[in-house]
């Protein structure tokens, strides 16, 4: 703290001005005489106050004068407004669900729903006015190994990215409180964690996520509330996690008191193994959403609750947004109950599953992972190639991609790789098409690289 508090000094008073570059971590602690673990947290804490930015491969700078108030950065880029689907760039950064008939039925069930409207809805969500719409997202889990779940164990939220918000609200405590998440992982657990004023703590990852002795040693070192895991599919390495590796992460948590936030937002065809609410029902809070199988714009999530967590889930939700709206509610209800969320889902998955077939196709050859049903896959560079040209020259050929340093946490190691979303929003013959570019990007690295 005393070495934070010199760098807000000398960075307000213009000693250090926007944009300098500060030392490597071990150049300045060896200068100092402390460890570079210190020196390395302080330039965290400042990089969290915005006072620094940290660029990965570059070193650490100097952002402003002064902490800039809220976040900084978003969790989607939106389609430009000259974005146009037949001429525009492919946009391969985020996956597009394809329209199998999600807009005709939302208008359907909008028309229905519109003709039950009482005097209930003048009134604001309470705690259990939300119960109908539980009971069918009980159902609609119950593909998942989640262990013994209830309406009552729910809490029902705005996507996805709301659900890891109301979990860390409820999780964490203290004044500087610690979560732990993969060394590459989904940003919005850093966004959310920045929210929650939470410093974020990476964990290493192998051929299956993130490691046991990894995670252990990382809760040795720097404590720990919450971790953030995703282990039927690692966004973004695809990486899934064995069963026992599963046992192992249980055995970790249990040992170290942490809080388990089960990320399973992709949803995709189950594996059949055990989540890690099944293992660990006492500790383990599960996410997910209907953004990926039928509409993003819906904003439904859900949080399946440890044992006995339900009504705290709720009133946190409660706290921060009163509950969902009961148009939302009632909308996801019918979709659910009539049978047409599934069929909507097993549509979208088709199309889907037709584009990773073309894309494993037309990348053959190349270092690429993937799994069944996954709308995303990840593609390490070959030699000739550095992640932040690859996309750059994509993008000047109209394809739209994502870097591994967009992954990487503060001060994150980020490898030579990009993850390519699949796009179902636009026509077959554009996505071969983009794929096609990206071939002939990758059999033809440029000759001018550094050495």
Known sequence: MALVRALRDDVRAGVLAAGAQLPPVRELAWALGITPGTVARAYQICTQEGLLRAVVGRGTFVASSSPRLGPREPLHIDRLPEFDRETGPVDLRSPQLPDVGQTAALARVMI???GQIGRDYL?????RRDSVCRRA???????????????DDLVLTLGGQNGINIVLSCCLR?????????????????HAARLTRAEVVPVALDGEGMRADALDAACRRHGGQVVCIAPEAQNPTTARMGLARRHEIVAVARAHDLQILEDDC????????PGLRELAPERTWHVTSLSKPISAGLRFGMVACPTGMGEVGRLAAQHSYFGLPRPVTDIVTRLIVSGEAARLRAAAQAVMTRRQELTVAALAGHDLAWQPGL?????????GWRASTFTRMAEAEGVLLRSADEYALVD??????????????????RF??????????LANPPGDLPV
Do not use: K, Q
């Open 123 to 127: 009134e604001y969500p309470g705690l």
């Open 112 to 114: 229905e729903a519109a």
């Open 432 to 441: 071969g098409r983009a794929l096609a570019t990206l071939a002939r990007l």
């Open 174 to 190: 203290g004044e500087r409180p610690v979560v732990l998440a993969e060394a590459l992982a989904y940003p919005g657990f850093r």
């Open 266 to 273: 992709y949803t995709m065809p189950t594996s059949g193994l």
């Open 375 to 383: 709308t995303f896959l990840w593609l390490r560079l070959p030699t």
């Open 137 to 151: 997202v009980v159902d609609w889990l119950s593909c998942c190994r989640l262990g013994p779940l209830t309406e």
């Open 412 to 429: 994150g190691h980020a490898p030579n790789a990009v993850r390519i979303a699949l796009a179902g929003g636009v026509s077959e013959e």
